[in-house]
């Protein structure tokens, strides 16, 4: 997974929007802090996680007709 970019607005909603580039998160913050007076951020992802809950492994014998 590539790089993104959120923005947060103190006592705004969690973000939702993911930004390709820092400049278009900059350009959002920007925004939102003019038009709502508020302190924003951007912030950066730096790591992800995944579970899986399965392991599928295939076992049926190569010489099968089917």
Known sequence: MKTFYMVFMEGGNTPSFKH???ESAEIEAKRLAKQFNRKTF???SVSSFEIN???VEDLRPCDLPF
Do not use: A, D, N, R
Request: no cysteine; proline share 0%; charged share 20%.
């Open 42 to 44: 951007v912030l950066v």
């Open 20 to 22: 390709q580039t820092y």
């Open 53 to 55: 809950e399965f392991k």
